[in-house]
Nanobody, 115 residues
Framework: QVQLVESGGGLVQAGGSLRLSCAPS????????MGWYRRAPGKQRELVAV???????NYADSVKGRFTISRDNAKNTVYLQMNSLKPEDTAVYYC?????????WGQGTQVTVSS
């Protein structure tokens, strides 16, 4: 099993920045792709950004140019730098980690962007 703990969420004004972190523990050997997803009120969970172990990234169109995902393979920690935040970015953000044997999720961290 892999446990994922997110941190860095909070309340910020539109145009501001936040940095999310996700640190895994437990059986971390073999983690490949890691990423961030979000669920806004009344909506389904959606992909925000993912990064492979080799550093390849993929972003949702709505965050391209504003968010940057990065990864420290030595720590198996993944980060999400969020700039130029908009009220529509308000959501619970979830960290995700994938291994051959399964997919794991964190508990989520709330990001609220006020207008």
């Amino acid at each position: 099993q892999v446990q994922l703990v997110e941190s860095g969420g909070g309340l910020v004004q539109a145009g501001g920045s936040l940095r999310l972190s996700c640190a895994p523990s437990g059986s971390i050997v073999g983690i490949n792709t890691m990423g961030w997803y979000r669920r806004a009120p009344g909506k389904q969970r959606e992909l925000v950004a993912v990064i492979t172990r080799s550093g390849s990234t993929n972003y949702a169109d709505s965050v391209k140019g504003r968010f940057t995902i990065s990864r420290d393979n030595a720590k198996n920690t993944v980060y999400l730098q969020m700039n130029s935040l908009k009220p529509e970015d308000t959501a619970v953000y979830y960290c995700n980690a994938n291994k051959i044997l399964g997919t794991f999720w964190g508990q989520g961290t709330q990001v609220t962007v006020s207008s």
